[in-house]
């Protein structure tokens, strides 16, 4: 079983920077991919950012060129650099473990229980 912990989020400015943590602890060798989802309030959760670990990464269009994830193995702990913040990246966002298939992440550790994130304009 895997446990996930986001931390990190809080309340910014417009065009301000943030980075989102995610520790890892639990049985985890069964994963070879890491992702960040978010949910605004009243939408789906969708997928912000995944990494095959020492591999290919993805992102939603919305974030690309502004968001980054990275993974530090030796402190199993995952990252989401957020810069050029916006309003519409409002939301709670989670992390998780899974795997690609082809192009496709697919995450299936489960689910934290999420780091608000607020931009103000």
């Known amino acids: 079983q895997v446990q996930l912990v986001e931390s990190g989020g809080g309340l910014v400015q417009a065009g301000e920077s943030l980075t989102l943590s995610c520790g890892v602890s639990?049985?985890?060798?069964?994963?070879?991919?890491a992702g960040w989802y978010r949910q605004p309030p009243g939408k789906q959760r969708e997928l912000v950012a995944a990494m095959k670990y020492g591999g290919r990464t993805n992102y939603g269009d919305s974030v690309k060129g502004r968001f980054t994830i990275s993974r530090d193995s030796a402190k199993n702990t995952v990252y989401l650099q957020m810069n050029s913040l916006e309003p519409d990246d409002t939301a709670v966002y989670y992390c998780t473990l899974g795997t690609f298939i082809g192009a496709g992440y697919y995450p299936s550790s489960g689910w934290g229980q999420g780091t608000q994130v607020t931009v103000s304009s």
């Open positions: 639990g049985t985890t060798n069964t994963f070879n991919a």
